[in-house]
């Protein structure tokens, strides 16, 4: 049945079921796992959400507050939904209240933060109503990377530590409008980062739009630089579990970094200055937000170069995935 259909035959839920979900950022692509590897970081989006008898009433604080549409095309709203489509029942009205930690278009996962938190919020309001509805980590992910397009970020806001995600094509087809396509199947695993890993961000003022420095990205690479990123993805899943030593090396690309640079000046001079001074630096995900891994805190002298370049440093730590109370 279509969406409206599902909701006139949905149980509704009744008023006055309250959720509270806390949400982590998220850096994707670690260097050479572009679209595969992930990893949660300690910042974090809190969403509270209320059933009501009627009416969406919605309010942001914090990052974006002013920029984000306060009504049902909200992110998180249209998430809150599909986590109640998933789990089968409907609301008739919404509170919502979104405090803001993310940074918005810098990179850090935002926007997989806000899906996973609203998809979570309305499982979790489903399992409030009827506990045999509730929906496991596999299927959150698969919910919320359908939003996204690819799992990476999401992911690691559902499962925490570091992720390893993939796609797969489904036994059948889905329609999507009058086209016939293959299914799409998200998934990821876990893996635990070394103990002694420092993730730390560098954060700018400056933002970027994930679209627009993906389409600086070719559509064929050269064999060579294929595997060269297979070759270090793999190396990454060592050096960021067992063997940090190993970090500088393994966080080394060719497939996407390179091909965004002109896009991002400042991301670009910040990685080259810390990978000369032995430090393992990525884009974070589409950037402009710089990752540096390591097991020892940040050197005083950058942290001032930093400062003196706009740059926030933050460091988050890693996070576990989303948490619902």
Known sequence: MDTRESRLTAPTLPAGLTVTVRVPASSANLGPGFDSLGMALGIHDEIEV?????????????????????????????????????????????????RNAIPHSRGLGSSAAAVVGGIAAGCALAAEFDP?????????????????GHPDNAAASVLGGIIV???????????????????????????????GL????????????????????PELIPHRDAAFNVSRAALA????????????????????QIQRAPALPLTTAWIDRLRAAGIAAT????????????????????????????????EPGLAEGVRIA
């Not at 990052?63 to 939904?81: F, K, S, T």
């Open 50 to 98: 209320r059933s009501t008898d009627s009416g969406l009433d919605i309010r942001v604080e914090g990052e974006g507050a002013d920029e984000v549409p306060w009504g049902p095309q909200h992110l998180v709203v249209r998430a809150i939904e599909r986590g109640l489509e998933a789990a089968g029942v409907w609301a008739d009205g919404l509170e919502v209240l979104c």
């Open 132 to 148: 045999a509805l509730a929906v496991d980590a596999d299927r959150m992910v698969q919910l919320a990377a359908e939003f996204e």
């Open 165 to 195: 995600s993939w796609t797969e094509t489904g036994p059948g087809p889905e329609a999507i409008g009058d086209i016939a396509a293959p299914q799409r199947i998200y998934r990821a695993v876990r893996l635990d980062g070394h103990a």
């Open 198 to 217: 420092r993730p730390v961000v560098l954060v700018p003022d400056e933002r970027s739009s994930t679209a627009q420095t993906r389409g600086l990205l």
């Open 237 to 256: 899943v060592v050096a960021l579990t067992q063997r940090p030593d190993l970090l500088l090396p393994a966080t080394a690309d060719r497939l996407h």
């Open 283 to 314: 884009v974070s995900g589409a950037g402009p937000t710089v990752l540096a891994l390591g097991t020892s805190g940040f050197p005083d002298e950058l942290r001032a170069r930093a400062a003196a370049d706009g740059l926030r440093v933050v």
